[in-house]
């Protein structure tokens, strides 16, 4: 099955609208620490240990992002990838080489069978606004919600909404649109529900993991990082 060979290498979901862990917005890339706000320094009462303690959560936490981040953008890469590859064309960098919105663009024909406008010739960041602004007008036509994302968020490599933008391919050309049989035959299910129920089973245990959708589920970086963990 074409969703087996293009999914297998994702280590888990990523939220598909920028509710991206996982909804596209605007500023800071990264999801907010939970111990943002809570630094010693304003706390009077805080020890010298208590300080160390919370600089040394603070660090790990901000560790696991940058891993996150990383598994993210390597596992989209090689999906992207897979797929260019049937136009001879290939990415190295998904922040850099999405950016001018041709690789972009070749990559939603190849997924969709379908002809794009022809990209805008020329490398001024103006032409690079435009072939992204087609692409994404694609996929509102295709009723994918793209929520606070712009032609000029991918055009200037903003970490969360490319990644964010790519799961939401996946989820529209990959995902949704298949059906598969469960084990009695009897009924269908989605393989998006399919997707979902894998998760929950996968991370059942974790404390404070507690997954019921693609979006809000995966905002804490939590649910993803229990699946590494499993896996």
Request: with cysteine; glycine share 6%.
């Amino acid at each position: 099955m074409e969703l087996q060979s293009a999914t297998a290498s994702l280590p888990g979901p990523l939220s598909p609208t920028l509710d991206y862990p996982l909804s596209p917005s605007s500023g800071d890339p990264r999801p907010s620490s939970p111990l943002r706000g809570l630094s010693p320094s304003l706390s009077p009462g805080f020890s010298t240990t208590a300080a160390f303690n919370y600089n040394q959560l603070e660090g790990r936490f901000k560790q696991l992002q940058d891993e996150r981040e990383a598994v993210q953008k390597k596992t989209f890469t090689k999906w992207v990838n897979s797929h260019l590859s049937r136009v001879s064309c290939r990415i190295t960098d998904l922040y850099m080489d999405l950016r001018d919105g041709r690789s972009l663009i070749k990559l939603l024909e190849v997924l969709s069978g379908e002809r794009l406008p022809k990209p805008t010739k020329g490398r001024m960041r103006i032409h690079c606004l435009e072939n992204v602004d087609k692409a994404l007008q694609f996929l509102k036509e295709q009723r994918v919600h793209l929520e606070n994302m712009g032609s000029h968020d991918i055009v200037d490599g903003n970490h969360r909404l490319v990644l964010g933008l790519i799961w939401t391919i996946i989820l529209r050309f990959q995902i949704q649109d298949i059906s598969v049989e469960t084990e009695d035959n009897k009924e269908k299910k989605s393989a998006k529900d399919a997707l979902l129920l894998w998760c929950q089973m996968k991370t059942a245990g974790y404390p404070n993991v507690n997954i019921h959708n693609f979006s809000t589920s995966w905002r804490d970086g939590m649910a993803f990082n229990a699946l590494i963990h499993k896996h």
